[in-house]
């Protein structure tokens, strides 16, 4: 098994159009500062322990109507005004260091506006550290005793790591420890005063599962990135890195402007991941010294008075805690010293600059220009969250404007999932900040709804574990046994301290005279004493080697017997691990056949189900067609029955009518007979001279009836035909006029005429072509139901060569519900009914051609219309 290479952050190669299987969101939680004056005007409120809610302050209106608005805001955890660094730490930062110990990666950022508390949340106070240096405690508590000694990591420039055996890490520890002024803190260094009490954490924290089997490395860096320039805080300059400009002259420029130091480049290596090319990285070895390093690079930051804060940051802090992590070779003694096998990962703890307008800090000139690059590269990252937030809810892919800003370039890879994100959201509750408070949290609401993929685990070396600790024991136990047979103990001296202690010593060796005899021959007898004591000493040492080898030879018959009787154990153990695997082999068969058998009875049974559900529907489908048949069927024959009733008492008016105009108009004819006679009487019987006077007939006045209202009928009324709704001339051709504005009804009984033209407005063209002419016409009943009315005609050639069309018929169609109100059955027989002048209005208008009334119909007035607009009264 080949393990993934070393890179930072870790990134898994994923194909093109895979995605990663789980996502998690940014976790962003709120941190409520408390008020520096008690009777200060607050804005914020903590509703709960995931909301807190934004009351607008006296001298703010926001609605035209000066009503105050309220709004809440929901985080993943709201810390209030109470909650301790300890409770912060263990809710946001405690996971990341927890994945940072087991190859992951993690980015903390604390957003907010100046004077929110950002600054306080991440680094601390004497005596009530903050996120940092709890971060570095925890690290250096789980992986104390398993750190590498200096050196054995060695970073490079391509943001990897390289790996030093034992002796070559020492001999850089030697050189380090020549030159001059060594670079890397020292463990031995008495601790700061200034910042001793911030790095003072009473609470024990501690990751849990190690890797035993490995070593680590802790590497820090910090940098900050000042109006979108990146400068290394930790780098080391001779002189002072701000200096004036200077002009061709040798002399410096009269303005005030300073030359910055240089800025450091982004780049990508091999893995695609971004980093800061020649950024100091400084290994540590405690928490005492990183955060000396922290401090160190601190004391650089850019810091300017503004009108909001003293002392306010004006840049972006990026302090990068680098993790190495490489295994222990087969034995357990040293470090495998294969570069593959080393994992990085890293947490970045971000403490951006203040976000708020620059008319309230009151900067002018390079105070100004840098809260615009501020501002500015906020935004940057806020519309980095917004475009990410839209891809992942609408599935676009817009370009993410990463690279308009150094902040979000550096950190692209995490929102890309190289690791988790959180964000802790600081905010003032004073009123003054109330502004720059509501876009915090719409700019932390946006953030929340952003999904990062979650980062792999790391690859397993594939060496046995636990080999550490049985190194370890191996060497106790060879110490203690060496102990019990007389050899050296570790607190006494050395094998050759005590050989050339048992050396007789050298006489002086100076010749003061040519003629000196004494010298040389003591000096030769001190040689020969030595050579004879050196003899001795070698037949001593080879009859140890000799008893040595004898020893190790039963050590080693003893170890092979003991292989042999493991081997008969693993030999019997492997014949049982057999069986239990061939039990397990036909158990697995087994279970596999009896999970295909219950497949099958799924299937079978879904079958069964499926086909229960169609019959049930199929049922019920029959059953509300049956229903629905029925009451058809009654409401069929209520109308038929009201049409009947209606039609026998409109003849029986009817006759009625004609019976009374018949008996007036013999009632005339009668007076008018009675005056003839009585005229023909009086010329008779009364003298000429006289005049003749009109008979009274009031007698017969009071037997006449009263005249109908009603006009008289006409003498020759043609019989009356019966409606259908199928229609008579089936044969002929039709023009089917549906105006657009007709609504679908999607009833059963829908006309069906064979041989139609469909038109929306009538023409002349599709008039030449039939015989006949059906207009569809709708309107709302008294019901409020739909009613389709469909208006019939003949088509007539006019002597002008044009058509005309005279109606002849209407059928109307009324839609009722069954479970409604009960209502009227329409049963007036569409041939006597009198259409209202609403309804052929609305024939005439949408009729364009001719509109002719058949001489003698009841349908209503007769008129005609030849294509002629209608005059709208004014």
Not at 12 to 41: H, I, M, N, W
Not at 192 to 212: G, H, L, S, T
Not at 424 to 431: D, L
Not at 600 to 627: A, C, G, M, P, V
Request: proline share 5%; net charge positive.
């Amino acid at each position: 098994m080949k393990p993934a290479k070393s890179k930072t952050p870790r990134k898994p190669f994923l194909k093109k159009g895979t995605q990663a299987s789980l996502k998690d969101p940014v976790g962003v939680y709120c941190r409520v500062r408390p008020l520096s004056f008690p009777d200060q005007e607050c804005c914020i409120e903590v509703i709960s322990d995931t909301t807190v809610q934004l009351h607008t302050p006296e001298g703010y209106r926001i609605n035209r109507n000066g009503d105050y608005k309220e709004t809440q805001y929901s985080f993943k955890q709201v810390f209030g005004t109470l909650t301790t660094q300890k409770e912060l730490f263990d809710v946001v930062a405690n996971p990341l260091v927890d994945d940072l110990i087991h190859g992951k990666n993690g980015l903390l950022f604390t957003y907010g506006v100046t004077g929110s508390g950002k600054t306080h949340t991440m680094t601390g106070s004497p005596g009530d550290g903050g996120l940092l240096p709890r971060c570095l405690d925890m690290i250096f508590n789980s992986i104390g005793s398993f750190q590498a000694k200096r050196y054995v990591f060695k970073s490079n420039d391509r943001n990897s790591m390289d790996i030093q055996c034992e002796v070559d890490a020492l001999l850089e520890r030697q050189k380090r420890e020549a030159l001059p002024a060594p670079k890397t803190p020292s463990s031995k260094k008495q601790i700061d005063p200034e910042f001793a009490d911030m790095i003072n954490v009473q609470e024990f924290c501690k990751a849990e599962e190690i890797d035993e089997d490995s070593v680590y490395g802790v590497f820090v860096s910090y940098i900050e990135i000042y109006n979108n320039y990146i400068y290394d805080l930790l780098e080391e300059v001779p002189f002072d890195p701000i200096k004036p400009k200077w002009n061709s002259c040798n002399t410096p420029v009269r303005n005030t402007d300073f030359i910055p130091p240089q800025s450091k480049m982004l780049r990508e290596d091999k893995n695609h991941n971004m980093y800061v090319a020649g950024c100091t990285e400084v290994e540590v070895k405690s928490t005492e010294e990183a955060f000396e390093v922290f401090w160190r690079g601190q004391k650089k930051r850019r810091i300017a008075n503004t009108q909001l804060n003293r002392e306010s940051s004006r840049s972006h802090s990026v302090f990068i805690i680098k993790l190495a992590q490489a295994p222990l070779d087969a034995d357990g003694d040293n470090v495998l010293q294969e570069k593959e096998q080393i994992t990085l990962s890293q947490l970045s703890l971000v403490d951006l600059a203040g976000s708020e307008r620059t008319n309230r800090t009151k900067a002018e000139g390079n105070r100004l220009r840098e809260a615009g690059n501020i501002n500015q590269s906020l935004m940057t990252l806020r519309t980095c969250m917004e475009v990410l937030r839209e891809n992942q809810t609408y599935g676009t892919n817009k370009m993410v404007p990463y690279r308009d800003s150094k902040l979000t370039h550096l950190f692209k890879n995490y929102f890309d999932g190289e690791g988790k994100v959180r964000m802790i959201v600081c905010v003032n509750p004073k009123a003054e900040d109330y502004e720059e408070s509501l876009q915090v949290m719409r700019f932390a609401e946006v953030t929340q709804e952003v999904e990062v993929a979650r980062p792999v685990d790391k690859a397993i070396c594939g060496l046995t574990p636990g080999r550490r600790y049985r190194n370890q024991a191996f060497r106790e136990e060879l110490t203690r046994r060496l102990e019990l047979r007389g050899g050296p103990i570790g607190n006494e001296q050395s094998v050759t301290e005590i050989l050339l202690q048992s050396f007789p010593p050298l006489p002086s060796c100076e010749i003061l005279d040519v003629n000196d005899e004494q010298t040389l021959p003591r000096l030769i007898e001190v040689l020969e004493k030595r050579h004879h004591v050196r003899q001795m000493m070698t037949e001593e040492f080879n009859k140890q080697v000799i008893a040595f080898r004898a020893m190790l030879q039963d050590f080693d018959n003893a170890v092979l017997n003991k292989e042999n009787y493991i081997q008969g154990k693993l030999n019997e153990k492997e014949k049982v691990i057999s069986g239990q695997k061939a039990e397990i082999d036909r158990l697995e068969k087994k279970t596999k056949t009896l999970e295909y058998k219950i497949e099958i009875l799924e299937k079978t049974t879904t079958i069964y189900e499926e086909d229960k559900r169609n019959l049930q529907q199929e049922l019920e489908n029959q059953s509300q067609k049956l229903q629905r048949q029925f009451s058809d069927k009654r409401r069929l024959e209520a109308r038929l029955q009201g049409m009947v009733t209606e039609t026998t008492m409109k003849w029986e008016k009817e006759c009625e009518r004609r019976v009374a105009a018949k008996q007036l108009e013999m009632q005339n004819k009668l007076w008018v007979k009675d005056e003839k006679l009585k005229q023909l009487k009086a010329i008779v019987t009364e003298p000429k001279n006289d005049k003749p006077e009109r008979p009274s007939r009031e007698r017969d006045r009071e037997k006449v009836f009263q005249r109908s209202v009603s006009p008289s009928p006409i003498p020759n009324v043609p019989p009356i035909r019966l409606r259908h709704r199928r229609s008579r001339s089936a044969g002929d051709r039709w023009v089917d006029h549906k105006p657009a504005s007709n609504v679908l009804t999607e009833t059963v009984m829908q006309p069906h005429v064979p041989h139609a033209i469909t038109v929306a407005v009538a023409n002349e063209k599709a008039l030449a072509k039939c015989e006949k002419y059906m207009l569809t016409h709708q309107e709302l009943a008294s019901d409020g139901e739909i009613e389709t009315k469909l208006i019939k005609g003949d088509v007539f050639k006019t002597r002008g060569g044009g058509q005309s069309v005279q109606f002849t018929d209407i059928e109307t169609l009324k839609q009722e519900s069954p479970t409604g109100r009960k209502r009227r059955s329409s049963t007036s027989v569409p041939t006597q009914e009198v259409a209202t002048e609403s309804e052929w209005t609305d024939v005439e208008t949408r009729c364009s051609v001719a509109v002719e009334m058949r001489a003698g119909s009841q349908l209503g007035p007769g008129y005609q219309h030849h294509a002629q607009p209608k005059r709208r009264k004014p």
